[in-house]
T-cell receptor, first 114, second 116 residues
Framework: AQSVTQLDSHVSVSEGTPVLLRCNYSSSYSPSLFWYVQHPNKGLQLLLKYTSAATLVKGINGFEAEFKKSETSFHLTKPSAHMSDAAEYFCVVGGATGGFKTIFGAGTRLFVKA | GAGVSQSPRYKVAKRGQDVALRCDPISGHVSLFWYQQALGQGPEFLTYFQNEAQLDKSGLPSDRFFAERPEGSVSTLKIQRTQQEDSAVYLC??????????????FGPGTRLTVL
């Protein structure tokens, strides 16, 4: 069985400060992990995905995430927030060796203050 | 290039009516997923197709929900005798799905269903 927990429902940062969105997962298999972003009135877009090739994954728009097996975490970070980063972010587990079912976290709403 | 499209974008149904939601995946994508996203929540998996085969329908909430993909491309999600709790955004996604790969899913804009 697989599951994913996003530890914060809302995160608020000031523009130019670092962003940290936390995600913990549970998987009986070698997990496939993803972060997706959903801007208001727009479709879900992939930010980055974890493959077994590297534990530090770089994505679009300056985001990155680190896979830590010992902590079962896959936190999303960005060094400097931009106003355009304000959106809903979803941590996702599943697919590939875990079967077909894809499990989304409940989401973290990121607010960016000017 | 063309992405995943869904129609209609908005649907209002009276309780008890049947509805059909359409998904056009990216051409050549083998895999197709349906999700239900309630207001303020993350998408919840409904069902998965590989070509025309429905390999996982474990997320369908009841036997009122039915999905098909008869020719391995366009898919339809049908909800019979709609209830107010069916009100949600229904998302479709497609992916290439190669063995051993970690495939990105490409999402459509969704169909917002409101049941009165």
């Amino acid at each position: 069985a697989q599951s994913v927990t996003q530890l914060d429902s809302h995160v608020s940062v000031s523009e130019g400060t670092p962003v940290l969105l936390r995600c913990n997962y549970s998987s009986s298999y070698s997990p496939s992990l993803f972060w997706y972003v959903q801007h208001p009135n727009k479709g879900l877009q992939l930010l980055l995905k974890y493959t077994s090739a590297a534990t530090l994954v770089k994505g679009i728009n300056g985001f990155e995430a680190e896979f830590k097996k010992s902590e079962t975490s896959f936190h999303l970070t960005k060094p400097s927030a931009h106003m355009s980063d304000a959106a809903e972010y979803f941590c996702v587990v599943g697919g590939a060796t875990g079967g077909f079912k894809t499990i989304f976290g409940a989401g973290t709403r990121l607010f960016v203050k000017a | 290039g063309a992405g995943v499209s869904q129609s209609p974008r908005y649907k209002v149904a009276k309780r008890g009516q049947d509805v059909a939601l359409r998904c056009d995946p990216i051409s050549g994508h083998v895999s197709l997923f349906w999700y239900q996203q309630a207001l303020g929540q993350g998408p919840e998996f409904l069902t998965y197709f590989q070509n025309e085969a429905q390999l996982d329908k474990s997320g369908l909430p009841s036997d009122r929900f039915f999905a098909e993909r008869p020719e391995g491309s366009v898919s339809t999600l049908k909800i019979q005798r709609t209830q107010q709790e069916d009100s949600a955004v229904y998302l479709c996604a497609s992916s290439l799905r190669r063995e051993g790969d970690y495939n990105e899913q490409f999402f459509g804009p969704g169909t917002r269903l409101t049941v009165l």
